[in-house]
C-alpha cells in the first residue's frame, strides 16, 4: 500500500460545481497536511495548510482532515475555469528527517 | 521579486554530459530542497538542506550531488547524465523542516537528456 493515495482522474466539472478531492493516507505519524495547486508548466503553489485533525477555510476552499480515518479531502465551492489545475495532496511527520509525501495528484478542468 | 527562483528554465543535452541546476530563494527560510517530478507529474524528494546541513539524502544515484554555499543557495549537479534523469527539478525552501514549514516551490528546470 502506497503512503499517501489520492483518488485518480482526471476530474471534468461545470462551472459553478462544488469540486471535492480526496486523499488516503497509511503513515499515523503524519500530523502536517497540505493542497498544493499546479498549473500546467509552473511549479506547484501551496493552497492550504492544515494541522492535526479538523477544517479550515480560505475563501472558496475548504480543506478537512480525519487523522481517525487517514484522510483528508479539499472542498471548491463555485468552481471557476481559472481553478483548473493539478492538485496534489502532501503530508509529513514531525522530526529531524521528516519529509513532504505527495500523492500522484489529480487534474481537474472547469468547463465555462 | 520572486521567492524561489531557478536557472535555467530549461536544460537540454546530451547524454554523459555534466549539468548543473542553481536555486536561490529570497524568503530568509532556512531548509532548502530539490525535488523531481517524472513524466506522470509525482513529485519525489531528493535532498534536504537545513542551515547548510544535508539532512534528507534520498535513494539518489551519486551522479547527483547537492551543494548549499549557504541558507539561501541550493544547487544540484548531475553528472553523466542518463536518458532517465529526463525530468522537471523542483527547488522548494521551508521555514523549519518538512511539515512544520509549509513548502514553497520554484518554477522548476525542465531537463531533457538526449
Known amino acids: 500500500q502506497k503512503e499517501v493515495e489520492q483518488d485518480p482522474g482526471p476530474l471534468s466539472v461545470p462551472e459553478g460545481a462544488i469540486v471535492s478531492l480526496n486523499c488516503t493516507y497509511s503513515?499515523?505519524?503524519?500530523?502536517?497536511f497540505m493542497w498544493y495547486r499546479q498549473y500546467s508548466r509552473k511549479g506547484p503553489e501551496l493552497l492550504m495548510y492544515?494541522?492535526?485533525?479538523g477544517n479550515k477555510e480560505d475563501g472558496r476552499f475548504t480543506a478537512q482532515v480525519d487523522k481517525s480515518s487517514k484522510y483528508i479531502s479539499l472542498f471548491i465551492r463555485d468552481s471557476q475555469p481559472s481553478d483548473s489545475a493539478t492538485y496534489l495532496c502532501?503530508?509529513?511527520?514531525?522530526?529531524?528527517?521528516?519529509?513532504?509525501?505527495f500523492g500522484k495528484g489529480i487534474t481537474l478542468s472547469v468547463r465555462p | 521579486d520572486t521567492a524561489v527562483s531557478q536557472t535555467p528554465k530549461y536544460l537540454v543535452t546530451q547524454m554523459g554530459n555534466d549539468k548543473s541546476i542553481k536555486c536561490e530563494q529570497n524568503?530568509?527560510?532556512?531548509?532548502m530542497y530539490w525535488y523531481k517530478q517524472d513524466s506522470k507529474k509525482f513529485l519525489k524528494i531528493m535532498f534536504s538542506y537545513n542551515n547548510k546541513e544535508l539532512i534528507i539524502n534520498e535513494t539518489v544515484p551519486n551522479r547527483f550531488s547537492p551543494k548549499s554555499p549557504d541558507k539561501a543557495h541550493l544547487n544540484l549537479h548531475i553528472n553523466s547524465l542518463e536518458l532517465g534523469d529526463s525530468a522537471v527539478y523542483f527547488c522548494?525552501?521551508?521555514?523549519?523542516?518538512?511539515?512544520?514549514?509549509?513548502?514553497?516551490f520554484g518554477p522548476g528546470t525542465r531537463l531533457l537528456v538526449l
Open positions: 492544515t494541522y492535526s485533525s
Open positions: 502532501a503530508m509529513s511527520s514531525s522530526g529531524a528527517n521528516s519529509k513532504l509525501t
Open positions: 524568503l530568509g527560510h532556512d531548509t
Open positions: 503513515n499515523s505519524a503524519f500530523q502536517y
Open positions: 522548494a525552501s521551508s521555514q523549519g523542516l518538512a511539515g512544520v514549514g509549509a513548502q514553497y
